[in-house]
Nanobody, 117 residues
Framework: QVQLVESGGGLVQPGGSLRLSCAASGSTGIIFKGMGWYRQAPGKERELIAEFLRFGRTNYADSVKGRVTITGDFAKNMVLLQMNSLKPEDTAIYYC??????????WGQGTQVTVSS
């Protein structure tokens, strides 16, 4: 069974940086079409903030463009999210996501990111 394991969340001051990582376990032989990160703030819907697709394609939400970089390695089934210039409105639970070529979705358990002075 595939599990996505996240790490790297925490408390950071405004303007600071964090790097989130996610690796799939129990996934010997699985091929993902894409991996990415979503976030959900209190009282808001979960939103896609960045995704990493095969052939090096990436997509970013407008709210994080220029501040966030996603990189990945499909051979290792892992994805990294480097977040810079963090703002209080970036505070949320961040979820790692992966999906197969036929659309099966996998989710991590989430990691809390809090931006506060």
């Amino acid at each position: 069974q595939v599990q996505l394991v996240e790490s790297g969340g925490g408390l950071v001051q405004p303007g600071g940086s964090l790097r989130l990582s996610c690796a799939a376990s129990g996934s010997t032989g699985i091929i993902f079409k894409g991996m990415g990160w979503y976030r959900q703030a209190p009282g808001k819907e979960r939103e896609l903030i960045a995704e990493f697709l095969r052939f090096g394609r990436t997509n970013y939400a407008d709210s994080v463009k220029g501040r966030v970089t996603i990189t990945g390695d499909f051979a290792k089934n892992m994805v990294l999210l480097q977040m810079n210039s963090l703002k209080p409105e970036d505070t949320a639970i961040y979820y790692c996501n992966a999906f197969s070529p036929v659309g099966v979705q996998y989710w991590g358990q989430g990691t809390q990111v809090t931006v506060s002075s």
